[in-house]
């Protein structure tokens, strides 16, 4: 393709925002004018269902729910006056919650103010919020967010020691729907223990995030916790940012939350234009598309020239990966769908796996994400002519250009600046992008089977390890794996059995194996 008619194909399909200033540039993915022929019936069919989600369609059938997270920016196309109500009182309290708490007016007992925030969820309780925080908090907010996001103590100890000294000020935001999920359970507790080892009231300085009519929010009731706010099941994890979920931490640090709304509705709206030209998620869903044979034959990979969006392509990996990696479509048929994500940040990648994106296996497509200023203020320049944003400029428009030379395809989103409104604006291009591409595909966007599955297993093993214990317990003498196996009724689960034991081997908790640690099935295993 020469210069010329690249630079025509460049203008075609060049989408801007005025009102948002966000450019998105699709030049660089060779589809071709066929497939889009192609694929205009699909199209036609996901602006309509679109529309149907919208409306409050059961777009969730294995749960029996709406998915409604397009009504938190704009509740008058909520579909039924108390949902409406709902989302702006819920938008009215979490603004008047913080800022009591900036004021002084809700306080801990033992400090006159507030000073920092933690964290307590997974999932989209937790990557939305960092990605937000990392992308807008400001380094003097009115309150520091930290994040227990695992069930990892070690990581656990490592974000309480950082807050040590100011444990008695920190206010504890506990984010799940119903209560049950083991990782924030076991955060929870064990942040409650440290406030208890200090003599800190825990439920003073706690709030949940939870849903209404949940076991967690009786929990929090009985125990007397600062305040409850909703997590509705009408809103997934993975599209929670716009809910209680994000905005309360956000307007905890002083962020602009109703910027984000703002930046987030008026992207909804381009994105409804039911025709796939000038509307930026159609040409997005287009690309990915085209990039992977409408199969998901070829990786995301998100590399944004611009330090603060650092945690985007992770924040990504989850609305993407948990959206369409589904083992069958709607029609019941096996398709094993699904985009893989990763990322980083330019131009740290021009040192790191750009040479392989150039020159290796060529199973991949790239979104560069270009923000326009540089800084606030004036820069210097580091050489005549050139500041350190040229030079970051350059090395995207760079690899951009060495990529496409190679047959390697890229699309391109451009904004003015990180701010409240493009960041609410980049996630809602995402999330509709999401939607629209899971329509073409003809799979359930809305569901997550496989992470249900996980958790089943999870439990399982945990079961097991009580099984194991037991019987040890009532051996009371050392035997083999094989006979642990078989008084636990578990003789198909040798290996398991195996790794729970050395587990508990390993932080001396209640099981001692002895023998040779490279040879299991010469191990005995005994109570400690």
């Known amino acids: 393709m020469d210069a010329a008619t690249l630079w025509q194909r460049y203008q075609d399909w060049l989408y801007y925002h005025e009102r948002l200033g966000l450019y998105l540039d699709i030049s660089r993915m060779r589809f071709s004018d066929e497939l889009i022929a192609t694929l205009q019936p699909k199209f036609d069919k996901a602006f309509q269902d679109l529309v149907a989600i919208e409306q409050g369609a059961i777009a969730n059938p294995d749960e029996n729910r ?27 309290k979490i603004h008047s919650f913080a800022q009591k708490v900036h004021s002084g007016e809700i306080h801990p007992p033992n400090a006159a103010k507030f000073t920092d925030i933690l964290s307590i969820g997974i999932g989209g309780s937790a990557l939305g919020p960092q990605f937000v925080a990392e992308a807008l908090g400001a380094l003097d907010a ?37 209560g049950g999920t083991p990782e924030t359970r076991n955060g929870m507790l064990e942040v409650k223990h440290a406030y208890e080892q200090q003599g800190l009231n825990f439920a ?13 929010e009786k929990l929090a009731k009985t ?84 330090d603060s969006l650092l945690l985007f392509s992770r924040y990504l990996q989850q609305l993407v990966m948990e959206s369409l990696g589904k083992e069958t479509d709607l029609d019941g048929n096996v398709v094993h769908q699904g985009i893989a994500v990763y990322g980083n940040k330019g131009s740290t990648d021009q040192h790191a796996y750009v040479q392989q994106l150039r020159e290796g296996v060529a199973n991949f497509f790239v979104t560069f994400i270009e923000v326009l200023e540089d800084r606030q203020g004036s820069s210097i320049e580091v050489e005549p002519g050139a500041t350190s944003g040229d030079y970051l400029s350059g090395f995207l428009q760079g690899t951009r250009q060495a990529l496409f030379e190679n047959q390697r395809d890229s699309i391109t989103v ?21 939607t629209i591409y899971a329509s073409l ?24 390890q009580k099984q194991v214990v037991k019987v040890l317990q009532e051996a009371n003498a050392p035997i083999s794996l094989a006979d642990l196996a078989s008084k636990a009724g578990a003789t198909d689960q040798v290996e398991a059995i195996y790794k729970i034991v050395r587990h508990l081997d390993a932080n001396q908790r209640s099981v001692q194996l002895t023998g040779d640690l490279g040879r299991p099935e010469g191990l005995r295993v005994s109570v400690r």
């Open 66 to 92: 709406m998915v409604g997270h397009y009504w938190l920016r704009d509740p008058d196309l909520a579909p039924t006056p108390d949902l409406q109500e709902d989302i702006v009182t819920t938008l009215h």
């Open 142 to 178: 009115p309150m520091q967010i930290h994040f227990i996001d695992n069930t990892d103590p070690t990581g656990i100890d490592r974000v309480l020691t950082k807050l040590k000294d100011r444990l008695a000020s920190t206010l504890v935001v506990v984010m799940t729907k119903s």
């Open 204 to 216: 003073q300085q706690a709030v949940a995030v939870t849903g209404i009519g949940s076991n967690f």
């Open 223 to 306: 125990e007397g916790w600062i305040d409850i706010f909703p997590m509705h099941d009408w809103v997934g994890g993975r599209t929670s940012e716009m809910s209680a979920v994000g905005l309360l931490p956000a307007a905890l640090q002083g962020i602009d939350i109703d910027a984000m709304l703002a930046g987030a509705k008026e992207m909804d709206a381009a994105t409804r234009v039911p025709q796939l030209k000038g509307n930026p998620a159609a040409m997005m869903a287009l690309s990915w598309y085209y990039a992977g044979n409408g199969r998901g034959e070829k990786d995301l990979v998100v590399l944004p020239y611009k």
């Open 414 to 434: 451009t904004i003015p600046r990180v701010d409240a409104r493009t960041v609410g604006a980049l996630i809602a291009l995402y999330e509709r992008t999401v």
């Open 441 to 464: 595909i003809n799979i359930n966007a809305y569901h997550q089977p496989g992470v249900e599955a996980g958790k089943k297993a999870a439990a399982a093993i945990l079961d097991l």
